[in-house]
């Protein structure tokens, strides 16, 4: 048994992390979709059947491919998320601002009543209450 599906398996893709992300959200699709609408129910089958082609695949240079660029976007993600728990963490010792001339964000502590502050990446000066 176990070497016939090592047999049907050999040459194929098999799973990834774009794989288990596809896993999860089709099945989440297909949980709300039964309650809500068979829109994303129907959405989240189609997604489950992606998600298998994917793992039997033969393509696997294709298959590699689209795991990087989904990698590349979740790193985005994840990044662009942290930052914003970090600033909310921070809420109470800073003010977050932007650049008028070069939309830099900069980050200065706040109470210190109005203050000039000078952009490290194009030495623009602007005044702000902080
Ligand atoms: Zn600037």
Redesign the pocket.
Known sequence: MRSWFQRFMSGRYGFDQLGGFLCIVSFILVIIGAWVSPVLYWLGLVLLIYCYFRVLSRNRSKRYSENLKYLSVQNKVVDWASRYILRFKQRKQYRYFR?P??G?QLRVPRGRGKISIT?P??H?QFIKKS
């Open positions: 650049c001339q070069c830099q952009c990446k194009c623009n």
